[in-house]
């Protein structure tokens, strides 16, 4: 059995960026003293979740990749000989930025990064505002705990960018994440959206027989501008293994930081019994690359 022990965290987030990385660094250290090997942070973790509205100013908190963010945290993976999944505000030139998750292996050095590739634009969620779509591909990231297939938040609604994942080799889905709900929906609503969160990403584990983490925020952030009354981000970070049975499921509405053990032979066992890679009709496949068949 190759037993990887993940650690997950989940927290609320403050205008304060050092503060917030003070905090997450304290729970870094606290799950690697415990023996986690790998550790995986929500999306945007840095600061509030700063697309709730559309201010050309808040592009000031975008960080150079590499620069003083990813010192920060390539220090903190070093320290600690953990591998660590981060989640940045990507400057990449002067009005050009993206939503990028960067990799740190245990020795500190960036493994990899990836681009989000899908980029929402709802209500409280004005994302192409900010983000340009990534282009760096759905490509996992090579680490000494294994090949992780890094994806971000809304890339998580779409089954492509998981089996494209899984075609290149990763040995498990990572996503940090940023969702909840707006105060309007209807409790009917807010449980349906939450289902719906958890049950897509459970079949991206069992259609290809992965384990699936998810870390998401929690608690209450206002909406700055005042057009709505701000988010309510709903936690349940998870963990899921390749059958996409919990292996553990985080509160809705607290801080959580835990270690979750993952065997990461058991997907070979599991693809053995449920062949869903060596059945896929690749010759009959052609029309999923057009946005609609008329």
Not at 11 to 37: F, S
Request: glycine share 8%.
């Amino acid at each position: 059995m190759k037993e990887l022990p993940i650690g997950i965290i989940q927290q609320t987030k403050t205008a304060d960026i050092k503060a917030n990385r003070r905090r997450l660094a304290d729970k870094v250290r606290e799950l690697a003293a415990k023996g986690a090997r790998l550790i995986v942070n929500q999306e945007l973790h840095d600061s509030l979740y700063f697309c709730q509205t559309e201010n050309v100013d808040l592009c000031g908190l975008a960080v150079d990749i590499p620069g003083e963010a990813t010192e920060y945290y390539s220090s903190l993976a070093r320290e600690n000989g953990v591998v660590l999944v981060t989640s940045l505000f990507e400057r990449r030139a002067p009005g050009l930025y993206h939503n990028t998750a960067v990799v740190f292996d245990a020795d500190g050095t960036i493994a990899g990064k990836y681009r989000k590739m899908h980029i929402p634009d709802d209500p409280a969620y004005y994302e192409k505002f900010y983000f340009t779509p990534g282009d760096l591909g759905f490509k996992p990231i090579q680490t000494s705990v294994g090949k992780l297939g890094v994806l971000v938040c809304w890339d998580q609604w779409y089954p492509e960018a998981a089996r494209l994942m899984a075609l290149a080799g990763a040995d498990i889905l990572i996503y940090p994440t940023a969702i909840g709900w707006e105060s309007s929906d209807s409790e009917g609503e807010k449980v349906r959206q939450r289902e719906a969160w958890l049950t897509v990403q459970r079949g991206h584990a069992v259609a290809n027989g992965l384990p699936v983490v998810a870390v998401n925020r929690v608690g209450y952030e206002a909406d700055p501008s005042g057009a709505t009354n701000g988010i309510t981000f709903w936690g349940s970070s998870f963990v899921a293994g390749p059958q996409g049975e919990f292996l553990h499921l985080a509160p809705s509405d607290t801080e959580e930081s835990v270690i979750v053990n993952v065997d990461l032979d058991r997907s070979e066992q599991v693809r053995r019994w449920w062949p869903f890679l060596r059945d896929r009709r690749i010759d009959a496949y052609g029309d999923i690359i057009k946005r609609f068949i008329d």
